[in-house]
C-alpha cells in the first residue's frame, strides 16, 4: 500500500518527502566503499604471488582457515549481492536516453575540464563492469577450492580479460573513491586558491595510491603468467 | 605591442525561420587590456550590429555576460583577450538556459523557478516591529549568510555542471547554495526537515555528482563543494 502511494506521489503517507533517495544516495556510497576496499584486498592477495606461491597459498589458508574452502565462495556471493545493488543504484546517475548522453558528451568535449571528463570514464567504465566483473564473480562462486596451480591456469587461460577486468576496475574505483570524498568532505579554508590546492592534492594522493596497486597488479600478472 | 586576434561568435535565432546556428568570424586589433566586452562592442560597432549579447555592469556584479569562452562558462567582461595566447577565440551561449539570440540566454526564468522551488526567502513566524530597534544577530553568523549570498546567479555553476545538462530538473549549485545560505542565516526559523522537502531528491541534492565544474567556475569562488558536501551530509541525516 505504501510503496503504491509513494511511487505514485513522491511521498510518503504523511505527506513528507520520500526518504528513499536519502538512503538509495548512502547506500549507493557506501556499498562502492565496501567494493573499492575489497578490491585493494583483492590486489593484494592475487599480488602475494610475486613472493613465490608458498606465499600465496599461505594468504590463500589464512583466507579460508582450517581448510573452509567455501569461503571464497561465500564472500564471492556477497560481493556480487553487494555488486549488484551498486550497480542498479549506479544506473540511476547514467544519461536517461541518448539525447541526455549526447548532450554530456559534448559538454565534456566542449568543457575539457578533468573532474568532469573522469565522469565520463566512470561511466565507460561502470557499464562495461556489468558484464565483465560479474562473469568474473560468478565463475568465483562456483569455483573448486583455490590452489595456485588451479589460478594459473585460469589465469592463463583468459589473461587478455583478466588484465581488461582491471583496467576497468581500477579505473572506476579510483575515479569512484575520489568522487566518494567530494561527495561527503567539505574541504575547508580561508580562501578558495586554499581549497581548490587541497583538493587537488586528495585527488593527487588517490591516484597515486591506486596507481601503485595497479602497478603492483600488472606485476603480479606477468609473474602468473611466467608461472 | 598589439596583434589581431579572431574572434569566433555563434550566430543563431530560434525565432527566425531562416536563421541556421553558425559561426561567424572576426578579425581585430587588440588594444591593451582588451575584454570581451570591449571586444563584442567593437564587433558590433564595425563589423555586425546584429550580433546579440548581454552586459549590465561591466565589472563582474551583475552575472548577466556569462557564456562559454573556449567551451569554458565565465563572464565575459572579467575575460582578458590577452590571456588567449593565439588570438582565437570562440564564443558560445551557455547551455541549459533558454537561447534567446547568439550569444544571449535567459537565465533570469530559469533562476526565478529555481528561486521558488528552494522558497528563497526568510521564512519566519515573528513579526517584525518597525518602530523598535531590530534584533541583533550574531555577527559570525551574518558573516557566514553574506557569504554565501554573495552569489550573482550568473548561471556559470549550471552551465559548467554535467548533471545539469543531462537533466533540466536538476536545482544546480546555485540553488544548494541557496539552502546552504538560508540555513545559516539565524533569521531563517527553517529546520533541515524543511529543506528536505524542498531539495531531498535526485533533482535536488542527491542529483549531485561532485563533477565540480560549478567550483571550479563560480566566479564569485563560493565555496560550493564544500557546502554542498554539507548539505548532502545534513539532508542524508534527515529522519
Ligand atoms: S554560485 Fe557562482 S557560478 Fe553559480 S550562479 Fe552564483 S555566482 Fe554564478
Ligand atoms: S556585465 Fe555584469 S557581470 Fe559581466
Known amino acids: ?227 | 605591442m598589439s596583434r589581431k586576434i579572431t574572434i569566433k561568435a555563434f550566430k543563431y535565432n530560434p525565432l527566425s525561420k531562416i536563421s541556421k546556428p553558425h559561426f561567424n568570424t572576426y578579425e581585430l586589433e587588440e588594444t591593451s587590456g582588451m575584454t570581451l566586452f570591449v571586444a563584442l562592442n567593437q564587433i558590433r560597432e564595425n563589423f555586425d550590429p546584429d550580433l546579440s549579447f548581454d552586459f549590465v555592469c561591466r565589472a563582474g556584479i551583475c552575472g548577466s555576460c556569462a557564456m562559454l569562452v573556449n567551451g569554458k562558462p565565465q563572464l565575459a567582461c572579467r575575460t582578458l583577450t590577452k590571456d588567449y595566447e593565439d588570438g582565437v577565440i570562440e564564443l558560445m551561449p551557455l547551455p541549459v538556459f533558454k537561447l534567446i539570440k547568439d550569444l544571449s540566454v535567459n537565465t533570469g526564468e530559469w533562476m526565478a523557478a529555481m528561486n521558488s522551488r528552494v522558497e528563497s526567502w526568510i521564512h519566519t513566524t515573528k513579526v517584525t516591529d518597525i518602530s523598535k530597534q531590530e534584533e541583533k544577530v550574531d555577527p559570525e553568523l551574518a558573516q557566514k549568510t553574506f557569504e554565501l549570498d554573495r552569489c550573482i546567479e550568473c548561471g556559470i555553476c549550471v552551465a559548467a555542471c554535467g548533471t545539469a545538462i543531462m537533466r533540466n530538473d536538476f536545482i544546480g549549485a546555485v540553488g544548494l547554495n541557496r539552502i546552504a545560505r538560508f540555513r545559516v542565516d539565524p533569521l531563517d526559523e527553517r529546520t533541515d526537515e524543511d529543506f528536505y522537502e524542498l531539495v531531498g531528491d535526485d533533482s535536488g541534492i542527491f542529483g549531485c555528482m561532485s563533477l565540480l565544474g560549478c567550483e571550479d567556475q563560480c566566479p564569485k569562488h563560493l565555496p560550493l563543494q564544500n557546502q554542498i558536501a554539507f548539505i548532502r551530509r545534513k539532508m542524508a541525516s534527515v529522519k
Open chain 1, 1 to 227: 500500500m505504501e510503496a503504491r502511494i509513494e511511487g505514485f506521489l513522491g511521498k510518503s503517507v504523511e505527506g513528507k518527502k520520500s526518504r528513499l533517495p536519502a538512503c538509495q544516495d548512502k547506500a549507493q556510497s557506501l556499498t562502492g566503499l565496501i567494493l573499492a576496499a575489497f578490491m585493494v584486498c583483492h590486489m593484494l592477495f592475487t599480488g602475494s604471488i610475486v613472493f613465490g606461491k608458498r606465499a600465496f597459498e599461505g594468504v590463500v589458508s589464512f583466507a579460508e582457515p582450517f581448510g573452509m574452502t567455501w569461503i571464497t565462495n561465500f564472500i564471492a556471493f556477497v560481493i556480487l549481492v553487494i555488486f549488484m545493488v551498486h550497480a542498479f543504484l549506479g544506473m540511476r546517475k547514467f544519461p536517461a536516453n541518448y539525447r541526455a548522453y549526447q548532450a554530456f558528451k559534448a559538454h565534456k568535449i566542449r568543457f575539457g575540464h578533468l573532474d568532469t571528463t573522469l565522469w565520463w570514464f566512470q561511466f565507460i567504465t561502470g557499464f562495461l563492469l556489468f558484464f565483465t566483473a560479474s562473469a568474473h564473480i560468478i565463475t568465483i562462486i562456483f569455483s573448486e577450492p583455490i590452489t595456485a596451480n588451479l589460478s594459473i591456469a585460469r589465469f592463463a587461460n583468459l589473461h587478455l580479460f583478466y588484465l581488461l577486468l582491471l583496467i576497468v576496475t581500477v579505473t572506476h574505483a579510483s575515479i569512484g573513491t575520489y568522487r566518494l570524498i567530494m561527495k561527503w568532505y567539505s574541504i575547508e579554508g580561508s580562501k578558495k586558491d586554499e581549497m581548490i590546492e587541497k583538493r587537488a592534492k586528495i585527488k593527487k594522493i588517490n591516484f597515486i595510491i591506486w596507481g601503485a596497486l595497479f602497478a603492483f597488479s600488472v606485476i603480479a600478472d606477468i609473474v602468473w603468467l611466467a608461472k
